[in-house]
């Protein structure tokens, strides 16, 4: 049984830093801000979220101290990380940063247009 | 359905008052009794029997973390693959849910599912503009998860 836990904790914390270790990949080797974003707010939510969980079970299962503090830490991870990834991107794109040239199809940029006209 | 939870819950105490014990065992008696009446009172309420809702929460819960494991297996295929051949796209998705909290939800579970992310809702609330990694592949398949996402939310708020 400890076998089976330690195999599970070290699965947990092993899975969370290599795939933040792919974000961080992902950041180096993406184009443009919009796409590095992709990798930012999906890997490193899932990655820091198995780290704390891989944590819990550790104090959980090994020292049989719940920490409940770490339960709320991966709640508030889920709900700020996609809105801020979100608020970064739309800032980029409001100031006028370009997709990368790849990009096939860009409904957004008559809005903006809209917008820096009539900030004029 | 908040005010159906509440109705239980005054329920519960009055059992543990009528009860005279004061213990979280006659609490959920109480609250057990309590949401057996409120299932026979169903027809009184302007509202489905709250714990439709609840299930329903519970589903989107179990879709969020799959789409969640999925996205970032899709993340990770392109980050890894030897040369970056994909389309990036950004595309206008017209909404159907209304309220403020609706969308917010929506547009964070877009967010964290696989290859999306959005970049803007419009001033009339009626469009989000959605980024997407990889166009042709995605396109169609994420229309669809959009739909069963924004069923499911208005399954929710009905």
Redesign the interface.
């Known amino acids: 049984m400890t076998e089976i836990i330690d195999g599970l904790i070290v699965l947990f914390v092993m899975a969370g830093a290599l795939?933040t270790l792919?974000?961080a990949?992902?950041v180096l080797?993406?184009?443009?801000v919009?796409?590095r974003?992709?990798?930012i707010?999906?890997?490193t939510?899932?990655g820091m979220i198995f780290i704390l969980m891989g944590t819990l079970f550790y104090f959980w299962l090994k020292h049989d101290h719940f920490n409940s503090r770490l339960l709320l830490a991966i709640v508030f991870l889920f709900?700020t990380s996609?809105?801020s990834?979100?608020l970064i991107?739309?800032a980029a794109?409001y100031s006028g940063v370009r997709?990368?040239e790849?990009?096939?199809?860009?409904?957004?940029a008559e809005?903006r247009e809209n917008r820096t006209k009539s900030a004029e | 359905m908040a005010q159906q939870l509440l109705l239980n819950v005054i329920l519960a105490f009055v059992w543990m008052f009528l009860a005279d014990s004061f213990s979280g065992s006659s609490f959920v008696i109480g609250y057990l009794l309590g949401l057996g009446i409120l299932f026979v009172l169903r027809r009184y309420f302007s509202t489905t029997f709250y714990v439709v809702p609840l299930f329903v929460i519970g589903k989107l819960a179990l879709i969020f973390i799959k789409e969640l494991l999925l996205a970032n297996w899709a993340v990770l295929k392109i980050v890894l693959s030897p040369s970056l051949n994909m389309k990036p796209c950004i595309f206008a998705l017209p909404l159907e849910v209304k309220k403020d909290w609706e969308i917010t939800l929506l547009s964070s579970l877009i967010t964290l599912t696989p290859g999306t992310f959005v970049i803007d809702v419009s001033d009339d609330k009626k469009e989000i503009y959605i980024h997407t990694i990889d166009a042709p592949d995605v396109d169609e398949a994420v229309r669809q998860i959009k739909t069963s996402f924004e069923k499911t939310i208005l399954e929710v708020s009905r």
């Open positions: 795939l792919i974000s990949i992902g080797r993406l184009p443009d919009y796409t974003s992709h990798a707010s999906k890997s939510t899932l709900l996609p809105v990834a979100h991107s739309r794109y997709p990368w790849g990009t096939v199809r860009d409904d957004l809005r």
